[in-house]
């Protein structure tokens, strides 16, 4: 299983595996529990194929980042995100040295070693790119380039009919003269 099926649901601990679509929503499977939630629209989600991390020049997406740490760690768990400020810091520029210090907080590193040591856990160590979304972006600019702007259809002309009145359907007409007594 890849990081498109593994949610970060704000409000919520830990990391939810996407289960199946509803109709105001969807379900979604705890990594830590095992418990299945319904998940409404009133929720703030993120995919985990989504966020990224801050450096100097760039964006890193956090597959990038699990793969370091990975790397590091040969597979296996890393340090516990119950460690000090200090030694997440210093094992995180270990990791990426490059990371923005200014918009890269102690909190952030905390919750992907956290989110790293837990996807372990349960399995998921694939955090190479899917064939879709290295095609993703050749699809989409194929698609801006082959849409037609089409104009909404036009109004169908009205008709002269009259609407039924009251005494064809069996009901009785009433005069302006009946009614102002």
């Known amino acids: 299983m890849s990081l498109e099926k593994v949610l970060s649901i704000s409000g919520k601990p830990g990391l939810y595996k996407l289960k199946s679509q509803t109709r ?89 070693v956290q989110w790293y040591n837990m996807l372990i856990k349960n399995g998921i160590t694939d955090f190479s790119e899917t064939k879709d979304e290295t095609n993703e972006e050749e699809l989409e600019a194929k698609a801006a380039k082959s849409t037609k702007v089409t104009s909404p259809k036009a109004a169908a002309p009205k008709t002269a009919t009259p609407k039924a009145s009251s005494t064809k359907k069996g009901g009785t007409t009433k005069s302006a003269a009946s009614r102002k007594t």
């Not at 998940?39 to 801050?54: D, F, K, M, Q, T």
């Not at 200090?86 to 990791?95: A, D, P, Q, R, T």
């Open 24 to 112: 105001a929503g969807f379900l979604a499977e705890s990594l830590l529990d095992g418990k299945t939630i319904n998940v409404s629209g009133r929720h703030n989600v993120s995919l985990l194929s989504e966020i990224a991390i801050y450096t100097l020049t760039e964006e890193v997406p956090l597959r990038e980042v699990f793969k370091k740490i990975s790397e590091k760690e040969d597979g296996k768990e890393t340090i516990s995100h119950k460690a000090s400020k200090e030694e997440l810091e210093e094992f995180f520029f270990g990791i990426m040295p490059d990371y923005d210090e200014d918009r890269v907080y102690a909190s952030d590193i905390k919750k992907v």
